[in-house]
């Protein structure tokens, strides 16, 4: 197998962990001596050894058996090595201890902690360094990540479910499923990718909602953020051991800066008309998913907009468009 080929297997098997790894990029890493896998690693858990450890680790369970030195081996890292010490070590330190010599790289890690810092050190250590194979496919797979590093923001988007004749709810408040069931399971896999899922206090108070991934996998769950000022009981089941923070202010852009500060790359609002509404007219939406029922809830529902074609009314284009059932299922995304 040659570095291409291994670089996109790499890709491929990182792809395993990107529901336990986030809020971090998945990452994978392959050791090689020209002819066959010595070893391989990924970053499987948040907080947990990153790939290039990981691949480092087995490698040594092979060391007099299948090679005698490291300076033999070439490294394949999807990412760049992380210089910093963080929730690790530094992974371009201990590629440099144990003696590496070459080592070919998917993409420039994005994060200012990181880029091209890792490089830097790999340089300076005599070690040879071959950047961008398979660049934007690394790119793509840890879309969320390079987009929070590269603009300093989160990437957000607005999930709406809306009958055939575009209402949220009933007026009553009475608790209605607008769409099927499999678009609900949908729902589920969508929040198991995002790191944070924001809602409002109306929809805390009329639907008392989880807003978990209820998933049939290992995932780490959303970080759950609250959004009102009204008051609101905490002892309801949105507020357990994933819960992040209330926040009070109407100012969206200054939440969503608080919020960049943190580990958080990516965000799902899962709210009502009022809320969602607040953030088209702010401009803070970068992707909508909405799911559209083949029922319609009639003069009794709520509408979610209060014109026509308001998604495109605010800057957005249709990405793609498929059935889930007698649902359809609509990605837009921000006309830039």
């Known amino acids: 197998m040659n570095n291409e080929e291994l670089m996109l297997r790499a890709i491929t098997q990182a792809e395993k962990f990107k529901y336990t790894a986030k809020p971090n ?11 066959e896998i010595i070893s391989e690693g990924y970053h499987e858990k948040y907080g947990d050894n990153h790939a290039e450890i ?10 007099g058996v299948k090679f005698k030195r490291f ?59 071959a950047v961008g194979l398979h660049e934007k496919l690394v790119k ?21 479910a ?9 007026n009553s408040n009475e608790r209605v499923f607008v769409t099927s069931e499999s678009s609900r399971k949908d729902v589920q896999l969508i929040r198991a990718t995002q790191d944070a899922i924001l809602t409002g206090g109306n929809t805390l108070r009329n639907d008392n909602p989880i807003m978990n991934a209820r998933v049939d996998f290992k995932v780490n769950q959303p970080k759950k953020i609250l959004l009102t000022n009204k008051k609101y009981r905490k002892d309801l089941d949105f507020f357990n051991e994933d819960f992040l923070e209330v926040f009070k202010s109407k ?25 969602a509404t607040s953030f088209l007219e702010a401009r803070c939406v970068d992707q909508i998913i909405l799911y559209t029922s083949s029922k319609a809830l009639g003069k ?30 609509q990605i837009y995304i921000k006309d830039e």
């Open 251 to 275: 100012d969206l852009k200054q939440i969503l800066n608080s919020l960049s500060e943190t580990d958080i790359c990516s965000l799902l609002v899962e709210a009502g008309p009022k809320l």
């Open 25 to 35: 990029p998945v990452v994978g890493a392959i050791l090689h001596n020209g002819e």
């Open 54 to 63: 990981n691949a480092i680790t087995n490698a040594q369970k092979y060391y």
């Open 140 to 160: 793509n797979q840890n879309k969320y990540f390079f987009y929070k590093h590269q603009n300093n923001k989160l990437f957000v988007t607005l999930k709406i």
């Open 300 to 329: 009794n529902g709520v509408s979610w907009f209060k014109e026509d074609n308001a998604i495109e009314n605010y800057g957005f284009k249709l990405e793609s468009s498929y059935k889930i059932d007698s649902d359809t299922k």
């Open 162 to 170: 809306r009958s055939f004749d575009g209402k949220s709810h009933l």
């Open 71 to 129: 300076a033999d081996l070439t490294l394949i890292c999807t990412l760049e090595p992380c210089s910093h010490v963080g929730k690790t070590g530094s992974c371009a330190k201990k590629i440099v201890d144990v003696g590496i010599k070459n080592i070919v790289i998917g993409s420039i890690d994005p994060n200012p902690k990181v880029a091209g810092k890792g490089i830097k050190i790999l340089k300076e250590n005599n070690i040879n360094v």
